[in-house]
């Protein structure tokens, strides 16, 4: 039989192919078949040998073939074919196709030469394109995936296989012999470490007389027989071109029970033997990175995966907030907001209503022993206060290195205990400070806002506006915790979740939800709006610049612009960094007053400000905007914000942790009645109002006696409550509620 000739025009001009061959090729299958009857019983085609009947259509096609021809003729291929058809096809035609089925082996096979074959091609030609397992002849060895070892990948090639000299298989006595002797195993292009019995055991079952003769060598010598595979990507084994496997032999340490292989792939010629060259996987895009995957620089570090609360849940985790703050805090113990509150502080006023304390306005309680008050204690760790504030009262800033977002051992949150209110003294210092979680400042970055690095002076920025910024609007204040804030626990949690994790950890939060880089703080005054983006600030281990808006229009009024503009180019240098405009209604005013143009100059730079710092991925900047006034603001300035949050005055328990913290600086007898008493009758004061009160209820005592013999009473505060007032009325506090229902976040 001769091959298909569909297959073999490729290398016409090569192999000097001309219409008499195409002639004599197509006719093929009549002067092979010797076809003499058009006859075929249907049976035949369906009983017979159903299993390979789709293989011999051609034959059944031929109108010249009987239906006994036939029928012997599908018998007889059925017998000599059974062994191949029916073998793993890796087996088939590896010495079968050899090399008459390959071509030149390296190209150094000359057309006359003969070509040996170790059982002969005729049955592999006709069947090659009609087995569906001979993954060869239908095209697809797969010279991109490497084997994976070196049984496996012999085995799962049937061209490596070939050439895989198997001393498992030393005497292949169905045709081994003479294969090795004739085939691809001798030719002289393969050292000895190729020769030898190089069929596996699966070749024993083809008794060699079933096999069909081999080509007529006139086909050999016209040059009719071409490779059946035009691709020498599909012959790797063999193919002058191929590269996979043109190695010297000897560069590959033989493979234990398998003699001398192939490498599995040149890339893989690094590799000890055996290993399969590996396949790289390309690292998933930040996009799609899960936050436990190790590839990220701080788990990396050997820090534990923290558990993100996953975007999207801001209505679940509002609600949870908003129990948790109708609740009181009840659940704060075991609750997930339990860092964001003081804990509830153990009265240091006890019962002690018999009027030892002069101006007790309760009456004397005979059942209440009196226990004279003591002044509150420093927390644990106050010893360090001094050198805290060394550290952030005035001593040069020793350590201005950014924290290694991601890459470091920096913890990636402070290991603030998150139970004790340690609100910052009024000197400056701190009592139970924990310390900054990292250093508080960046490496200078290459900053946005179009400006060049720091180290180069941008030529439009004014040098004594860079110091003035430096100076009076670079913020060096001692950190502020979450527990620093009273009360606010959805606020504050809030922002945590969705401005403060996601900053530190870029990685974990991408997709459509972009954190926000903006937020609107509104409500009173002294409501803890600038004490809460101290705080944010603290948490992103940022450099905070806080920069008022009616000092801007008034004091800086003339350089309000280029402090603006240096206030930006300063926090793209330092950032991370959080600029903190307070009073930020007087620069996004709706309407234009005297100065109107300044306004809107100043207005419209802000905006932009707002604009690149909301879209720009390349930067950690945020800006935070404060103000008691949200009503005077347009929408479209307001709206510039990606989150509004409503900041209250304080609650009941917000109050007593106020209260009870700023009269822990000063000496004072309160009963627990009279705490409470004081709690409720400071409704609608803000927190900066409560310290003003204790304040003047503490700066009474000192009139008389000295302050730590006349502790601060409860008639004291009943002075001061006719100097301090709160500022917000109910119906300035009913549209505070008003426009947070409007434009506020809901948290
Ligand atoms: N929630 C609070 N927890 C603890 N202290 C508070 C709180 N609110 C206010 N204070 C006290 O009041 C002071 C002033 O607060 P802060 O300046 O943050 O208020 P504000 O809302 O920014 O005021 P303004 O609107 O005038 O800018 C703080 O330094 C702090 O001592």
Not at 150 to 156: P, T
Not at 245 to 257: E, I, L, M, R, V
Not at 258 to 270: D, L, M, N
Request: proline share 12%; net charge neutral.
């Amino acid at each position: 039989a001769r091959g298909p000739p569909a297959v073999w025009g490729l290398e016409q001009e090569e192999m000097h192919w001309s219409p008499e061959h195409a002639q004599s090729l197509n006719q093929w299958p009549e002067q092979h078949l010797d076809v003499s009857s058009t006859t075929s019983s249907p049976a035949h085609k369906s009983e017979l040998y159903p299993s390979t009947r789709q293989r011999f259509n051609y034959a059944w096609a031929n109108d010249d073939i009987s239906a006994l021809t036939a029928s012997n003729l599908l018998k007889r291929y059925a017998e000599k074919y059974s062994g191949v058809l029916d073998a793993p096809y890796e087996r088939p035609a590896l010495s079968g196709y050899g090399d008459g089925a390959f071509g030149p082996v390296n190209g150094q096979k000359g057309d006359g030469e003969s070509w040996p074959v170790a059982h002969g091609s005729d049955g592999a030609y006709p069947l090659t394109p009609l087995h569906d397992g001979l993954p060869s002849a239908k095209g697809v060895v797969p010279p991109a995936v490497p084997p994976t070892g070196g049984a496996i990948g012999l085995g799962g090639s049937p061209v490596v296989s070939t050439n895989l000299a198997d001393p498992m298989y030393p005497g292949n006595s169905c045709g081994g012999a003479a294969a090795g002797s004739s085939g691809l195993g001798s030719s002289q292009e393969y050292p000895s470490g190729y020769g030898g019995t190089y069929l596996p055991s699966g070749y024993c079952t083809q008794p060699t007389a079933a096999l069909p003769p081999p080509h007529p060598p006139a086909l050999h010598g016209s040059g009719l027989l071409q490779p059946p595979h035009p691709s020498p990507a599909l012959v790797p084994g063999y193919g002058s071109s191929g590269p996979m496997y043109n190695y010297a032999t000897g560069s590959y340490p033989p493979q234990p029970g398998y003699g001398t292989i192939h490498p599995p792939h040149p890339s893989a010629s690094y590799l000890p033997s055996g290993i399969a060259a590996p396949t790289p996987i390309p690292a998933p895009p930040p996009a799609t990175r899960p936050p436990g995957v190790p590839s990220y620089g701080y788990q990396g570090a050997g820090l534990a995966p923290l558990a993100v609360p996953p975007l999207g849940t801001e209505a679940a985790g509002a609600l949870k907030r908003k129990a948790f703050d109708i609740s009181g805090g009840e659940d704060e113990g075991e609750g997930r907001y339990r860092k964001y509150s003081y804990e509830q502080p153990k009265s240091p006023y006890p019962m002690s209503d018999n009027g030892e304390c002069r101006g007790n306005g309760f009456g004397g309680s005979a059942e209440s022993p009196q226990v004279a008050f003591k002044p509150g204690k420093r927390p644990a760790g106050a010893g360090n206060a001094e050198e805290h504030a060394g550290k952030y009262g005035g001593q040069p800033m020793k350590s201005m290195v950014s924290p290694p977002y991601g890459a470091g051992d920096a913890p990636l949150r402070p290991a603030e205990p998150f139970e004790k209110f340690s609100p910052p003294l009024a000197n400056g210092e701190r009592a139970a400070e924990p310390g900054p979680p990292f250093p508080l400042r960046l490496p200078p970055k290459a900053p946005v806002f179009g400006s060049p690095p720091v180290e180069e002076q941008p030529k439009n920025v004014d040098p004594l506006v860079l110091e003035l910024v430096n100076t009076k609007i670079v913020e060096r204040g001692p950190p502020v915790q979450w527990t620093d804030v009273a009360g606010q626990v959805s606020v504050k949690a809030t922002i945590e979740e969705e401005l403060v994790w996601p900053i530190l950890r870029p990685g974990a939060y991408t997709g459509a939800n972009r954190p926000p880089r903006t937020i609107l703080l509104f409500g009173p005054r002294g409501t803890g709006k600038t004490l809460l983006s101290r705080c944010i600030s603290t948490q992103l281990g940022s450099t905070l610049l806080k920069l008022s808006g009616t000092t801007l229009l008034s004091t800086w009024k003339a350089e309000a612009e280029k402090i603006l503009q240096t206030v930006f180019f300063v926090a793209s240098c330092r950032q991370p960094a959080v600029v903190l405009i307070t009073e930020a209604e007087s620069l996004l005013v709706a309407r234009a007053g005297e100065d109107g143009s300044q306004v809107s100059k100043l207005k419209s730079q802000l905006l932009s400000y707002l604009d690149n710092v909301a879209t720009s991925s390349e930067q950690n900047v945020v800006i935070i905007g404060t103000t008691s006034r949200p009503g005077s603001m347009d929408e479209a300035s307001h709206r510039r914000f990606a989150k509004r949050f409503y900041i209250s005055p304080p609650d009941s328990m917000a109050r007593r942790q106020i209260l009870h913290h700023a009269l822990a600086q000063q000496s004072s007898c309160l009963s627990e009645r009279e705490m409470a008493s004081l709690v409720q009758h400071t409704e609608s004061f803000s927190g900066s109002e409560l310290v003003q009160l204790c304040q003047h209820a503490g700066a009474t005592t000192l009139h008389g006696l000295p302050a730590q013999i006349q502790p601060t009473s409860y008639q004291d505060f009943e002075k001061a409550f006719c100097k301090v007032r709160p500022a917000a009325s109910q119906k300035e506090l009913d549209l505070f509620l008003e426009w947070d229902k409007l434009y506020g976040t809901q948290h």
